[in-house]
């Protein structure tokens, strides 16, 4: 009787374990993608920042012609912040994260492409950040088309 009982008890874990790790795995995500622009006028330059229900930020770049694409973005509602730093502000300097840099090594390549700078414009501060930007969207599985129009 005994060893029934625990046979039954690691069974219901056993169970009660898959269950929960499928669910986990299961969250329904999916594509974005649209164009930036302010205006009428396309952003060339920067970043879209996407917070979901989960509270993971997804940051994806905004291509030269004011698209963007993320893929794998959580369902549901989702806040969205844009970011376009002047392109000719210099980057902070390069520090890792454990011990000292090598003054002889070559700085890390930029991972910056680049930008027409006359094409360029500041963006409102308020935009910047998913509190005070005023944009959400409801994502759905699959393929999710969305246009940023700053004002």
């Known amino acids: ?12 874990f056993l169970l009660l374990s898959v269950l929960t790790l ?21 952003v ?20 030269s012609d004011g698209t963007y694409a993320v893929s794998g973005v959580t369902t ?4 969205m912040a844009v970011v376009s730093p002047d392109p000719d502000r210099p980057r902070p300097s390069y520090t890792p994260l454990f011990g000292k840099r090598d003054p ?3 700085p890390p390549p930029s991972i910056a492409p680049e930008v027409d700078r006359r094409k360029w414009f500041p963006l409102p501060k308020q935009y910047e950040l ?7 969207i409801t994502i759905h599985p699959g393929d999710n088309t969305f246009d940023i129009e700053l004002k």
């Not at 009787?1 to 219901?12: E, I, K, Q």
């Not at 969250?27 to 164009?35: E, F, L, P, S, T």
């Not at 060339?44 to 291509?63: A, C, E, F, K, Q």
């Open 130 to 136: 998913v509190d005070t930007s005023g944009i959400t």
């Open 104 to 106: 002889e090594a070559p």
């Open 22 to 42: 499928s669910s986990c795995a299961s969250a329904k995500r999916g594509d974005v993608h649209g164009k930036v622009s302010c205006g009428g006028r396309s």
């Open 44 to 63: 060339i330059y920067g970043s879209v920042v996407l917070i979901g229900s989960d509270g993971t930020p997804v940051i994806v770049r905004i291509n």
């Open 76 to 79: 549901g509602t989702v806040r």
């Open 1 to 12: 009787m005994h060893m029934r009982f625990r046979l039954a008890w690691r069974l219901a």
